[in-house]
Nanobody, 120 residues
Framework: QVQLVESGGGLVQAGGSLRLSCTAS????????MGWYRQTPGKQRESVAT???????NYADSVKGRFTISRDNAKVTVYLQMDSLKPEDTAVYYC??????????????WGQGTQVTVSS
C-alpha cells in the first residue's frame, strides 16, 4: 500500500516563508511525477507545482518566482519552498504522486492535506 504523508504547514505572516514536505512510502516501483495542489472552500483543487521524474518543473502562474518545488529521490520526498507568501495562498495543500506500484499499476495518490494560513 502506498501512502503520502505531508508536513510543514502552519500559520505565517504575509511575506514570510514555509516549506512543505511530502514523503511517499510503500511498494513503489517508479515515481513518474509528484506535485502540490491546493484547495480553498468552495473552489476546485488547483495545481500549484509539479516535478517529473526527469526533473522538469511546472508552476501555476500565481506562484511563479515565489515557490520552488524540489525532490530527494533517495528519500522519496518532494518539497515545496514557499516564499513571499500572500494571504491568497491560504489553502489546504495536498501532495500528489503519479506512481507505479509493485503490481505495475500506475495511478494517482494523494496525501491527507496540510493547512497553510497566511495572515495579512
Amino acid at each position: 500500500q502506498v501512502q503520502l504523508v505531508e508536513s510543514g504547514g502552519g500559520l505565517v505572516q504575509a511575506g514570510g516563508s514555509l516549506r512543505l514536505s511530502c514523503t511517499a512510502s510503500g511498494s513503489i516501483k517508479k515515481i513518474n511525477a509528484m506535485g502540490w495542489y491546493r484547495q480553498t472552500p468552495g473552489k476546485q483543487r488547483e495545481s500549484v507545482a509539479t516535478i517529473t521524474s526527469g526533473g522538469n518543473t511546472n508552476y501555476a502562474d500565481s506562484v511563479k518566482g515565489r515557490f520552488t518545488i524540489s525532490r530527494d529521490n533517495a528519500k522519496v520526498t518532494v518539497y515545496l519552498q514557499m516564499d513571499s507568501l500572500k494571504p491568497e495562498d491560504t489553502a489546504v495543500y495536498y501532495c500528489n504522486g503519479d506512481l507505479t506500484n509493485r503490481y505495475y499499476s500506475r495511478r494517482n495518490y494523494w496525501g491527507q492535506g496540510t493547512q497553510v494560513t497566511v495572515s495579512s
